[in-house]
């Protein structure tokens, strides 16, 4: 009951129901993991019977190689927030869901999504907001695993620095970008 009050009081949600089990997912997306060398997790909390609100975060705070002389990495940090509406059921099926995610990356050595140039470094900011689509398997009473992508905006302010290891900064620039922004392996433990 605590929870609900503090969900509806913070996102205004005012559909949830006081009927309703508690469940808790915690979770971590394998695929975005292991491509980045990112560790995250997440934390999802059923609202109904078809509704959920997913919480997650990762932090990326170290150079890819460790070879400080071509400093290839994807330094970052990312929080999302999502509402999940259920096909089924919470925690089963399929699922639509609206989300946004921020965050800050110091990147170099890498073409990102086609946005960033290899022989640049790249730090900045950005925002994102689109919608979702999943697929939630049970493997049990407390594991599953879970197939989701994304599609939306994506806002990006960065300085961009002439070479991956220079400090000369060549200019502050913005991109706007409309694609992919979110892909996932998820397992997730659900706590009941």
């Not at 949830?16 to 975005?32: D, K, P, S």
């Not at 460790?66 to 925690?91: A, D, M, Q």
């Not at 022989?119 to 950005?126: T, V």
Request: charged letters at 15%; proline letters at 2%; glycine letters at 12%.
């Amino acid at each position: 009951m605590i929870r609900q009050i503090i969900i509806v009081a913070l996102f205004g949600f005012g559909f949830l129901t006081t009927g309703n089990a508690q469940q808790i997912g915690v979770q971590t997306n394998l695929f975005y993991g292991i491509s980045t060398v990112t560790p995250n997790l997440g934390v999802e909390l059923r609202l109904n019977k078809k509704s959920t609100f997913h919480l997650a975060g990762s932090y990326n705070p170290w150079n890819l190689n460790e070879k400080h002389n071509n400093n290839k990495k994807l330094v970052h940090w990312l929080t999302s927030i999502e509402y999940r509406r259920w096909l089924c059921e919470s925690f089963n099926g399929h699922f639509l869901g609206l989300q946004l995610i921020g965050g800050e990356y110091n990147i170099s050595g890498h073409d990102v999504l086609g946005l960033f140039d290899k022989d640049s470094r790249y730090e900045g900011w950005g925002v994102s907001t689109g919608i979702n689509y999943g697929y939630h398997w049970m493997w049990s009473k407390r594991w599953g695993m879970e197939l989701t992508f994304g599609f939306g905006y994506a806002r990006l302010n960065y300085d961009q620095y002439d070479c991956p290891t220079c400090a000369e900064k060549e200019g502050n620039y913005s991109k706007n970008y409309f694609g992919l922004t979110q892909a996932g392996i998820n397992l997730i433990f659900l706590i009941k």
